[in-house]
């Protein structure tokens, strides 16, 4: 399969598909006598996969870790589990960072009632240090 093909089906750019190739995330194609670069018919398969887990929130590397482990068939359920439970505990406390975020936010502004002499709210004014 050319690379034009497996970017319609998979939704990717060639350049992404590129950029995962050269991180060995999919199988290296064989190069025809023209050059052509021909994926085998599982790579849309795989990319599919890595598109999936990226926007559940796992990184590269960790595909690539899981990738590594399906290919030896090595990830048996109960690491599977695992992993996802540990990105689940990742993503709960990167939850609970922007919620605190966005309570100190409030809690900044909550008193931009006041007006400092130059006309900005004092939360936004900077004063000059010495």
Do not use: W
């Not at 995330?25 to 887990?53: E, G």
């Amino acid at each position: 399969m050319l690379i034009g093909e497996l970017s319609k089906q998979s939704g990717l750019s060639r350049d992404t598909i590129r950029y995962y190739e050269k991180r060995g995330l999919v199988q290296a194609p064989i190069r025809h006598d023209n050059n052509y670069k021909d994926y085998s018919d599982d790579t849309p398969h795989v990319l599919l996969f890595i598109k999936k887990l990226q926007s559940e929130g796992f990184t590269l590397n960790e595909v690539d870790g899981l990738l590594k482990k399906s290919d030896t068939q090595s990830l048996t359920c109960e690491q599977a589990k695992e992993l996802v439970q540990q990105k689940l505990d990742e993503i709960d406390e990167q939850i609970a960072d922007l919620q605190l975020s966005g309570q100190r936010l409030i809690d900044s502004f909550s008193s931009c009632t006041s007006i400092s002499p130059e006309g900005i709210c004092t939360p936004f004014k900077v004063t000059p240090t010495n």
